[in-house]
């Protein structure tokens, strides 16, 4: 049955079906074909992948995003951040890079990062003379960290494949690389801003205005402290943690800084609504998939092979990277992570790789992919919002993936980055 799977969700993939339905269809195949089971258990295993109290994080992370992402919010964010680095050469790319980094703290999502304040950011930095290309390829490599940066939908998925980790544990695990990230992509517009002469034009704002536009963000910025504290002080669980910050989300928007209508509640319910079945649909599907996948015995065959190489810890998380690298470039990291986890995790736990490093580096680089054509969904993305064709974009991303590669490297070489933030606040088994 695997090899049925795999060609079917091969062919499928190329010829265009989107992922959900090319993983459903693909273990429909696999099974149907195979004889040994009826197709029913498909259709069981696609629920079995959606009965799980945990995940009802998933639609209210979305909708408070897209609560948050809608009004007045990302404005206040991106003049916060410009406040500080705006009058710097390059400084709007540093803006840039800030501004993504303290929206992954609300949103949890890269693709909403880009669509929403990335956008902005792009025609921002038109304006001040950037090639428009160069801006959407940073806002592309900034996003990246929404994911990473709690809260994360990815972190919750992940948590739920593997019962060593939890996901207050991985949202603290991920603040550090997050950062890292953050900080190699500004590195980045550091380089090519010198070196293409990208001056700023906006001087630095007076100290009594920098102090009103940091009053000003405060109320958005309390949302991670919110959580992240919350869930570590046993206030309450990561479901209801989703739930406290969509509330959290509609009195800041409606009542703090005003101009949120019905109107615009009514939209970002229509948005995370849609958004939530596409993700909800992944996730069953890729269940049916990963089902098949166990079921033949592929994860135990990888495990037995992997032992068999005498691999050490370093070795086996350089291949994985090489892996989960390839993996992303034709997957989105949901279903990477819901097919991946259950095979690669017993193996890393078995070489006595800690749990919470092991999980980064899966999240870090199934991220990854969706900046590496050719499916990388943030490139499309950002070239939908930004009406500029996909090759442009393409074209100014390798500085910034080989930045993200020295990343990897790094996260990989130096677990500390990843364990010591979840041993700090006790999180960590």
Known sequence: MVEILVAAFL?????????????????????????QY???????????????????????FILAAEIMSTGAISTMLLRFASQFVGHL??????????????FAGIS?????????????????????GYSRAYAGA??????????IIPPSITMIIYALQDRNVSVGSLFMAGILPGLLISGAMASVNWWISRKRGYRSAEPRPPLRQMIRNSLAALPALLLVVLIVGGIRGGIFTPTEASVIAVGYAIVVSAVIYRGFTPADLWGAFWRAGIMSVAVLMILAAARAFAWVLIIEGVPQALADAVIAMNLSP????LMVNLLLLAFGMFMDPLPGVMILVPILAPIAHSLGIAAD????????????????????????????????????????????????LAVLLVLTFVPGLSTWLPTLGGFSR
């Open 38 to 60: 009826p197709l029913v258990v498909v259709v069981k295993e696609m629920f079995t992948g959606l009965d799980s109290f945990p995940l009802l994080a998933v639609p209210f």
């Open 108 to 128: 949890g999502s890269a693709l909403a990062d880009a669509a929403g304040p990335g956008a902005m950011m792009v025609r921002m930095m038109e304006k001040g």
């Open 89 to 102: 050469r390059g400084g709007l790319g540093y803006a840039n890079v800030m501004t993504s980094t303290l």
């Open 11 to 35: 062919i499928l993939m190329l010829i265009g079906v989107p992922v959900a339905f090319a993983l459903a269809l693909a273990a429909f195949a696999a099974v149907g074909l195979g004889g």
């Open 314 to 317: 370093v070795a086996f998380l």
């Open 357 to 404: 490093h092991f999980a980064i580096i899966v999240i870090v680089n199934l991220t990854f992919g969706l900046i590496t054509p050719p499916v990388g969904g943030l490139i499309f993305v950002v070239a939908s919002a930004t009406r500029q064709r996909p090759s442009a974009l393409i074209r100014e991303l390798p500085p910034f993936f080989l930045a993200a």
């Open 138 to 147: 940073l806002t592309i490599a900034t996003s990246v960290v929404g994911p």
